[in-house]
């Protein structure tokens, strides 16, 4: 009788991890609700905060989450500046959870103040990590000019990528 307790708990705990990391991808809030959600972030200067909830219809949106110190976000950021004349008339969010120093660090290398379309702050409540299940930097989701989902890159990425997405966003 031990011996068939043993199994079944054996085959249980091998069976209920898994079950819940498929339920996990498919109960998503950002696929449940395939809209830019409300949130705060805050803004470089630390005492602007900045909601979500002001972002007009009308342009796609370009949600971007970032660490300051990750290589391939820099890149990524510096490709989609590259792309500037494909993304004018895109609105561009870069949201961290980290440091304020950071965020004036990456953004001063990567001169952003000069670029009306791109807003940089920091997620200080959160947010995104649980929202989006974020795992991994970068994480981009793009929005059409409703502010519905149009496509999600929660791992490798391309900025072609992004621009196709883009582009069936408008």
């Known amino acids: 009788m031990k011996k ?12 209920f991890p898994v079950s819940a990391q498929v339920q996990e991808a498919d109960t998503l809030p950002y696929l449940k609700y395939p809209v830019l959600p409300t949130f705060e972030i805050l803004m470089e200067d630390s005492s602007t905060k900045f909601s979500t909830y002001y972002i007009p219809d009308g342009r796609p949106v370009i949600f971007m989450y970032f660490s300051p110190d990750c290589g391939h976000c820099f890149d990524i950021a510096q490709q989609l500046l590259a792309h500037k004349d494909d993304l004018g008339k895109t609105r561009i969010y870069m949201v961290t959870p980290m440091s304020l120093a950071g965020i004036k660090d990456f953004s001063a290398k990567l001169n952003l103040k000069k670029h009306k379309n791109i807003t940089i702050g920091k997620d200080y409540q959160f ?4 929202f989006y299940g974020i795992k991994t930097f970068p994480f ?14 929660p791992g490798k990425l391309t900025v072609e990528d992004v621009i196709k997405a883009v582009d069936r966003a408008r």
């Open 4 to 15: 068939l307790a043993a199994v079944i708990a054996l085959i249980c705990a091998c069976y």
């Open 127 to 130: 947010f995104c990590i649980n």
């Open 140 to 153: 981009v989701a793009v929005y059409d000019v409703n502010k519905k989902l149009i496509q999600a890159f």
